[in-house]
């Protein structure tokens, strides 16, 4: 099973600012990375997949990177509605997914 | 539009077997696979197994083997997933999810959830 791991698992920043979040599998996934969004007693939603493909409707200041076993989420100014958790998944070994433990976004 | 609409809520005794729907609409429900997530209170993401409609074929995660089954209703374009055998520790949003054209592991649609509670 590939294990995926996510720092920090807190992040705290104010609005306008950059917030850099990142995964890492222990083993190799290639760019079957993909990352949600999830605000409390919501589902989550896609934002990226492919690494560093925007799902629809996904604004730009969100854009990911990386390959192998090291990923970054960038949200470049963050606004008052992206303050929620995220989640890192991969998605290489079919159809064994597997999911990060998440960061969460909060207010400074 | 898609759509993945879930059962309702249910409250279970430790050793007992639960039953959640996901019926699909705005799509061809055969054409793409049903993943199975779940998330405890406060908790991350957790895979439970995924089942293709088309063929009935599932597959299930390793903590769940022996204890889960996945069909579906081609006709009502509706999944079930039965977990048997409940324990408190199964108590958490269980979430049905479809994925993309041509990435059925990207899960692009996520049902409401449904919350199943285990307690004595």
């Known amino acids: 099973e590939i294990v995926m791991t996510q720092s920090p698992a807190t992040l705290s920043v104010s609005p306008g600012e950059r917030a850099t979040l990142s995964c890492r599998a222990s083993?190799?996934?290639?760019?079957?990375l993909a990352w949600y969004q999830q605000k409390p007693g919501q589902a989550p939603r896609l934002l990226i997949y492919?690494?560093?493909t925007r799902a629809t409707d996904i604004p730009a200041r969100f854009s990911g990177s990386g390959s192998g076993t090291a990923f970054t989420l960038t949200i470049s100014s963050l606004q008052s509605e992206d303050f929620a958790v995220y989640y890192c998944?991969?998605?290489?070994?079919?159809?064994?997914?597997?999911f990060g433990g998440g960061t969460k976004v909060e207010i400074k | 539009q898609v759509q993945l609409v879930q059962s309702g809520a249910e409250v279970k005794k430790p050793g007992a077997s639960v039953r959640v729907s996901c019926r699909a609409s705005?799509?061809?429900?055969?054409?793409?696979?049903i993943t199975w997530v779940r998330q405890a209170t406060g908790q991350g993401l957790e895979l439970v197994g995924w089942?293709?409609?088309?063929?009935?074929?599932?597959g299930y995660a390793q903590n769940f083997r022996g204890r889960v089954t996945m069909t579906r209703n081609t006709t009502t374009s509706t999944a079930y997933m039965d977990l048997s055998s409940l324990k408190s520790e199964d108590t958490a949003v269980y979430y049905c999810?479809?994925?993309?054209?041509?990435?059925?592991?990207?899960?692009?649609?996520w049902g409401q959830g449904t919350l199943v509670t285990v307690s004595s």
């Open positions: 999810t479809r994925g993309l054209t041509g990435q059925q592991l990207v899960l692009v649609y």
């Open positions: 705005g799509y061809t429900f055969t054409n793409f696979d």
């Open positions: 089942m293709s409609p088309k063929s009935g074929h599932t």
């Open positions: 083993q190799s996934v290639g760019v079957n």
């Open positions: 492919g690494a560093s």
């Open positions: 998944q991969q998605y290489n070994t079919w159809p064994a997914l597997s």
